[in-house]
T-cell receptor
Framework: KNEVEQSPQNLTAQEGEFITINCSYS?????LHWLQQHPGGGIVSLFMLSSGKKKHGRLIATINIQEKHSSLHITASHPRDSAVYICAVTGNQFYFGTGTSLTVIP | DAGVIQSPRHEVTEMGQEVTLRCKPI?????LFWYRQTMMRGLELLIYFNNNVPIDDSGMPEDRFSAKMPNASFSTLKIQPSEPRDSAVYFC???????????????FGEGSWLTVV
């Protein structure tokens, strides 16, 4: 059983579409991270949140602590958003989701 | 800011050889993490330092792996002897946090791509 579950595993979207990636976790956490891994392998931390909602450009992350669920939204998706998005939680230990591979087609 | 700097970027080595990966965290950050990423297991936390002290090394796979942080600006991850199953991308990351990166954003290096043949 994975402590962090992401869905979908793979996602293909047309440029301009609104995208949602979901993350559910089963452990107590102090923070949740959304990471973006580019095709070249580099990892960028997009958000760190412990409650509510954060926005950065076209990216929005929300978390519901009671439901142990977080979503990452991308508005007006663009081919450069194509990457693997990883959800990670920190609590007593560090747990990672298996990632969502996003491809945005022009 | 130069970000987290890792070296080497790529290494190919023969089974049985010692491998040393190096990391320079962002200046002022007090937490440093070593991760390993493989196709089979995804991203895994190997070890976490806070203020140069190893806090949690439960992710270190076995005694062949060791990590040190002699000062706030440098850390090493050593594999001795290396085995083909150690082939992976090893990421170093740092943050300004009090516990397991929960306080602030974690900044990743570009990774060290290790191939053991």
């Amino acid at each position: 059983k994975n402590e962090v579950e992401q869905s979908p595993q793979n996602l293909t979207a047309q440029e301009g579409e609104f995208i949602t990636i979901n993350c559910s976790y089963s452990v107590g956490i102090s923070a949740l991270h959304w990471l973006q891994q580019h095709p070249g392998g580099g990892i960028v931390s997009l958000f760190m949140l412990s409650s509510g909602k954060k926005k950065h450009g076209r990216l929005i992350a929300t978390i519901n602590i009671q439901e142990k669920h977080s979503s990452l939204h991308i508005t007006a998706s663009h081919p450069r958003d194509s990457a693997v998005y990883i959800c990670a939680v920190t609590g007593n230990q560090f747990y990672f989701g298996t990632g969502t591979s996003l491809t945005v087609i022009p | 800011d130069a970000g987290v700097i890792q070296s080497p970027r790529h290494e190919v080595t023969e089974m049985g050889q010692e491998v040393t990966l190096r990391c320079k965290p962002i200046s002022g950050h007090n937490s440093l993490f070593w991760y390993r990423q493989t196709m089979m297991r995804g991203l895994e936390l190997l070890i976490y330092f806070n203020n140069n002290v190893p806090i949690d090394d439960s992710g270190m796979p076995e005694d062949r792996f060791s990590a040190k942080m002699p000062n706030a600006s440098f850390s090493t991850l050593k594999i001795q002897p290396s085995e083909p199953r150690d082939s992976a991308v090893y990421f170093c990351a740092s943050s300004l946090a009090t516990y397991r990166g929960s306080g602030n954003t974690i900044y990743f290096g570009e990774g060290s791509w290790l191939t053991v043949v």
